[in-house]
């Protein structure tokens, strides 16, 4: 565990140059006490760290000093190798990039290590998106990730659910999930999110702007992802599920709303059913998620719900009825047959 910590400091003043006592402690999770001690070890064993004093001190190792990457454990060297990486490079224009760095990497290993490597990278394999899932390609994902590389401001039109809009933004960073790339970008002293395939014109503006020192990418993703969920799960629902539907739960519902139907799920009865809370986003789209489950889940309330779901059945059992034709017109929420 030390000797992990101490590769993973001696790394990250390789990376990022000077760094703080607090900011290595912050880093690596452990005390400033502890980070003392682990640079006595590192300069006991040689390697040439110093220390500068006042507000814009720290530890920095000696100019022109690289490690070679022998501290790697097996699978650690084997992981830079899952082959998921390449696709999304590719959509960067950073293919050719990455095929570079990952032959220099391996080059540099030790023989044991880069057999291991290669046996990783042969026999497993990341493909990101779904099965249901068509990989997107915007046409302007290679300039904004330019634009997000070289602290360039972008003026995009961009195609919203309410029409479109016109906004000059400051790129911070590419996020991929999915099948999907989104954008966060600061426009107007706000942080948003835009799904790069719907911008639809852009233009690099003249000039760079300055990066937030503390913004954090991967956080404000995380926090975002959890804001969106509150919002878009706006009414909530009372269902009965079946054994069958209980099991199948975690495929066909989403985790927040998922973790809901647990919260408030009801003792089962004698044949296993269950009584609980679903969140939902709308009547309509809960009416046509609720029908996957066919049998295995009764609506409760609200009542409005119930009746849509009944007339949806009655209109397809008789659709199904041999020898009788239904119309095609579209089903009115809350009409009756």
């Known amino acids: 565990m030390r000797a992990s910590r101490l590769l993973s400091m001696l790394m990250l003043l390789q990376i990022r140059g000077r760094l703080t006592a607090p900011e290595l402690a912050r880093e690596l999770e452990v005390s400033i006490r502890t980070v003392y001690r682990d640079i006595d070890s590192l300069s006991a064993a040689g390697v040439p760290i110093y220390a500068e004093r006042g507000p814009a001190g720290g530890y920095q190792l000696m100019g022109g000093y690289r490690t070679r990457l022998t501290g790697l454990t097996p699978d650690e060297a084997g992981s830079l190798f899952l082959a998921g990486a390449p696709g999304p490079a590719a959509e960067l224009g950073l293919g050719e990039v990455l095929a570079a760095a990952q032959l220099k990497l391996l080059a540099s290993l030790p023989a044991d290590l880069r057999q291991q490597a290669e046996r990783i990278g042969a026999r497993f394999h990341l493909d990101t998106p779904g099965w249901h899932q068509e990989s997107e390609k915007p046409p302007f994902l290679t300039e904004v990730a330019g634009a997000v590389w070289e602290q360039r401001p972008l003026r995009i039109r961009y195609q919203r659910w309410s029409g479109e809009v016109i906004r000059e933004i400051n790129p911070l960073g590419l996020v991929r999930k999915g099948a999907a790339w989104y954008l966060v970008a600061s426009a107007g002293g706000q942080c948003r999110t835009y799904r790069v395939i719907r911008i639809e014109e852009l233009e690099t503006l003249d000039g760079q702007f300055e990066r937030p020192a503390d913004f954090d990418l991967a956080a404000f993703w995380t926090e975002s992802q959890a804001t ?42 004698a044949a296993g059913w269950i009584t609980a809370r679903l969140p939902i986003e709308t009547q309509e789209i809960a009416r046509w998620e609720l029908l996957h489950f066919g049998a295995e889940v009764e609506v409760l309330e609200p009542v409005e719900l119930r009746e849509q779901i009944r007339v949806t059945v009655e209109r397809m059992a008789r659709l199904y009825h041999i020898g009788e034709a239904m119309p095609s017109a579209p089903l009115a929420t809350g009409t009756t047959p």
């Open 228 to 269: 969106f969920q509150e919002r878009l799960y706006r009414d909530e629902i009372t269902i009965r599920l079946s054994p069958v539907a209980i099991e199948h739960l975690e495929h066909a519902v989403a985790a927040p709303a998922r973790q809901r139907v647990l919260e408030t799920a009801s003792s089962p009865d």
